[in-house]
């Protein structure tokens, strides 16, 4: 017997793009319950464009709400809805017209469904995960140590949900963040389930479009110089449905600090996006951090050509050197890279357009 799926799909200026996307849900193989369109306060004829859309088909209801964000968007759309199986799609991509088939032709039965997702744009990439099936803790070690999987698991697209285990869990995006609440949605949802089914490689089962800025602008066109603080939370929240197992977790931890190395230098290379008291408050937090801690015992650096003095300071837990290590970093990554004009936090609340002085 087929279960029924819910499409969740939060509309924010999308009028060129929303018509594709509703249609290539319409024609999925698989028969879909019901489409939630979220209207989330656009300024264009997105609102419109749905209104007329559902006039058409009735399993497509639409919300009209002041602009709250894509994760409130979202919550609402998971509230309202009744289906079995919950997707969720950008207004802005599409669907293959298998795609659900596909995720679901499996004789496996799972708490999770993924597949891999084709990203069109300047340079289209594909991403996958690399196994069949994954317990939680595997997925949330490959989340950190596989780069494929890693950039995969970052959206919540090309996914099937369970809608019991979201709702008895009350499991919501949380619309503190603007950038990476699809992460921290999925890690929510991994402490809940026990395993994970992977539709590996090929066929992809999503389109995910990448835009030129002077086309649309979305949350990838700018830079977060404090991505650095929700890459802890992530990391820190992964590290917990990891805990203890056979799999010594070193690689986690080699990961794991590169990375925070590399996004602590971005700040300060855009170090006048902050106040610079808070950020050295920041870094002192970070260095008492249980999970940095753990991970700077045994980090060692990948070539010669990496700061010895970053891990060092963050070791020591001395912060006039590491500030000082990762400003003569900073200058060195922006001697490489063109610097972004355009600035904004990872918090909802704090974003921001800055130009460069």
């Not at 995006?173 to 949605?185: A, R």
């Not at 931890?253 to 290379?269: D, G, P, Q, S, T």
Request: with cysteine; glycine share 4%.
């Amino acid at each position: 017997m087929r279960k029924n799926i819910s499409v969740i799909v939060p509309v924010y200026n999308c009028a060129p793009y929303i018509r594709r996307c509703v249609e290539s849900i319409l024609f999925q193989t698989y028969y879909v319950y019901e489409i939630i369109l979220i209207d989330d306060g656009s300024t264009d004829d997105s609102g419109k464009i749905c209104d007329e859309i559902s006039e058409k088909e009735k399993k497509i209801k639409v919300v009209h709400q002041i602009n709250q964000g894509v994760s409130q968007a979202r919550n609402i759309g998971i509230h309202i809805s009744s289906g079995e199986y919950l997707a969720f799609v950008d207004a802005d991509d599409e669907l293959p017209p298998y795609a659900f088939e596909y995720l679901l032709s499996t004789t496996e039965t799972a708490d999770l469904y993924i597949g891999s997702c084709l990203i069109l744009g300047k340079k289209p990439d594909f991403m996958f995960a690399l196994q069949k099936e994954y317990s939680n803790k595997e997925l949330a070690y490959a989340m950190m140590c596989e780069p494929k999987t890693k950039l995969l698991m970052s959206g919540v697209w090309g996914k099937l949900f369970l809608s019991h285990i979201i709702k008895l869990h009350q499991i919501m995006f949380d619309v503190e963040w603007q950038n990476g609440e699809d992460g921290l949605f999925i890690v929510k949802y991994l402490t809940y389930v026990n395993k994970i089914v992977n539709r590996i490689s090929f066929p992809p089962v999503y389109y995910l479009y990448r835009y030129c800025a002077d086309e649309r602008i979305s949350a990838v066109s700018a830079f977060y110089p404090d991505f650095f603080e929700f890459y802890l939370v992530h990391s820190e929240n992964l590290y917990k449905i990891i805990g203890e197992t056979d799999k010594k977790p070193y690689h986690f931890f080699h990961k794991f600090m590169n990375e925070l190395i590399i996004h602590l230098v971005r700040a300060y290379a855009y170090y006048d996006f902050f106040d610079e008291i808070l950020l050295i408050e920041k870094l002192k937090d970070i260095v008492q951090r249980k999970l940095v801690c753990q991970a700077i015992r045994t980090y060692r650096r990948d070539c010669r050509s990496y700061s010895i003095m970053i891990p060092l300071a963050i070791y020591l837990k001395n912060i006039p050197m590491l500030v000082k290590a990762l400003r003569y970093r900073a200058k060195q990554y922006l001697k490489d890279k063109n610097k972004c004009t355009l600035l904004k936090s990872v918090y909802r609340e704090k974003d921001s357009r800055r130009e460069d002085k």
